[in-house]
């Protein structure tokens, strides 16, 4: 890639201008008058997508107004902040943050403070971000892949990444060593709405107990979604290959026993080299994958350019990083997605 002049961006002239600086921690929810920073009397609950959001809702309910920051179809990971959104994470009763996924709220909370934050990794175990497979490859140790030096790291799909101790750094953007895309697993989304029922209660004590009746719910519900999930994809043998515009994936994969090939790692905004696209031409003949999976937020034609070369079809997968309809929630989602994925292995 060309180098560029550094433009600041949006997040950097917010940081210059000061904004908020010296307001010392962020707002708590209010016990009357603004409630929060909306005005309605309700709490605000800031989501940096729409996994996160649909937890909020359906913990919350009436008592909470729960704004989602991610743009339907758009890429998540690249979200910047307008001056309001910046004062609405300030104001909010409670913030959730997935640190490392984006650049932008991290920049807002390590300016203003995190006495609202919520930050997933303290609800749950969060998986390794390794690069385009998306899991240990201890689990596949005869993928072809391995046998191609390098491929290991996202790093290594465009060629203009470099690798600093785990971290997937591109023009910019530095994505931690952990992999964000938590959502893809049932029973990880419910251990994030015990945490967030928990954390909301001691914001609210007075509804503390319908948070916590609602959250219990809400688990029982994401329990039968994960075992219907479970005897789905269980129900085909095999190794069950799934190639991915971007290595989205890698919790459904650890959690059904799947196996992710990611064109790119964690970032969607990657271009993937050459000799890249090479491996993945003779993976997918070798493996016999029928379908090349691309997403709404990114494009599809690097995707369909690899599907159009070995001959096979493609096909969108929802990341659900947002959410592209109003009738389409996480779980009619999660079982559509199945219901692709196992087509594609019959």
Sequence with gaps: MTPTAVRPTRRTLLAMLGLGTGAGVLAACGGGGDGGGNGGGASTVIAPCYPIAFLAQRIGGDHLEVVNLATPGADAHGLELSVRQVQQLRDAALVVQIAGFQAAIDDAISTHGDENVLEVAEAMTMLPSVGHEGHDHDDHEDEHLDEHEGHEHASDAGGDHEDHE??????????????PHFWQDPLRMADLGDALATRLGNIAPDQAETFTSNAQTLRTELEELDAEL????????????????????????DRYDLHQIGITGVDPEVEPSPQRLLELERVI??????????????????????????????????????QLSEEADYPRVMRENAEKLVASWS
């Design 166 to 179: 785990g971290e997937e750094v591109h023009e910019g953007h530095e994505h931690g060593p952990t992999d």
């Design 285 to 322: 003949k070798d493996e016999g994958v029928t379908t090349i999976f691309f997403e709404t937020t990114a494009s599809p034609k690097v995707a369909q350019t690899l599907a159009d070369n070995v001959g096979v079809k493609s096909e969108e997968l929802d990341n659900l990083a947002t």
């Design 230 to 253: 479970s005897e789905k994809y269980g129900a085909v043998q095999g190794e069950r290959p799934f190639v991915t515009s971007h290595a989205a994936y890698a919790y459904l994969a």
